[in-house]
């Protein structure tokens, strides 16, 4: 795995923001409880933290962003299983429950776990975790945000950035543990990202999810200083031609 320091291509939003982006809002977003949770750097540094049940809603609160980083999956296929997944278990190994299997688009067209199995089974030839099936109505949410016109949304793993940030070693310990959580944001405070104590509405928001968001903000202002790398490069593509992968 490339380190931080790693030679990327830049990405698009580097190549519209120019010298602007150093000076550039950057923000991660991850799913949570009732919704999502957004975390703003600017200059790299914590700049505030916001909450809403719905992502379009967030997204309009945030109009100095140049990148959006969304820990969800952004861009299906029309067939087979995405290359993004399968490169970022290689990133988390051995901790590859981690990272969940993204199966074609008609999977998630199905209004149920079994008819999308089925699906999946039909076009894969492997069933459908429960799982992946779990992410359905944000995976859904998000795409439809960047499908709708909002191209600074790029998909992101915060257990990727944070092997990252950790010299391409994943970190250990889960992020629901106290050993985790005290990892994370010491890998965050390396970055200079310093979660403050009061974060408003969105401290109500489980703590891994707003480390989450941090870690997801941390791989949005380097897509915008054009540092990030992508898994794969160059990304897959959608039948319309939007990127398919995941920035760290």
């Known amino acids: 795995m490339g380190s931080p320091s790693a030679s990327p291509r830049p990405s698009p939003a580097a190549e519209d923001a120019g010298p602007r982006a150093a000076a550039t809002d950057a923000v991660g977003v991850d799913a949570?409880?009732?919704?999502?949770?957004?975390?703003?750097?600017?200059?790299?540094?914590?700049?505030?933290?916001?909450?809403?049940?719905?992502?379009?809603?967030?997204?309009t609160r945030v109009p100095a962003a140049a990148v959006v980083a969304v820990d969800m999956p952004l861009g299906l296929l029309e067939t087979g299983w995405r290359r993004a997944e399968e490169l970022a278990i290689r990133q988390v190994a051995p901790h590859r429950a981690r990272v969940f299997p993204v199966p074609p688009r008609a999977v998630w067209e199905e209004s149920g776990y079994d008819a999308a199995n089925e699906c999946c089974r039909r076009l894969t030839g492997s069933g459908l975790p429960r799982q992946s099936w779990g992410l359905a109505v944000k995976l859904r949410e998000a795409n439809a945000c960047r499908e709708g016109g909002d191209r600074r949304l790029y998909e992101v793993h915060p257990e990727v950035s944070f092997a990252a940030m950790n010299g391409g070693r994943p970190v250990a310990w889960s992020k629901k543990s106290w050993n985790g959580q005290v990892q994370r944001r010491r890998l965050l405070l390396g970055q200079d990202i310093a979660l403050p104590e009061e974060l408003g509405p969105a401290g109500r928001v489980p703590p891994d999810d707003v480390m989450d968001a941090a870690a997801a903000a941390w791989s949005a202002h380097r897509i915008a200083l054009g540092t990030a790398v992508s898994l794969p490069d160059p990304p897959e593509t959608t039948r319309d031609g939007l990127p398919v992968a995941i920035w760290y």
Do not use: K, S
Request: proline share 4%; charged share 20%.
């Open 32 to 59: 949570c409880p009732g919704g999502w949770v957004a975390v703003t750097l600017r200059e790299g540094r914590f700049a505030g933290a916001d909450r809403d049940a719905a992502l379009a809603a967030l997204l």
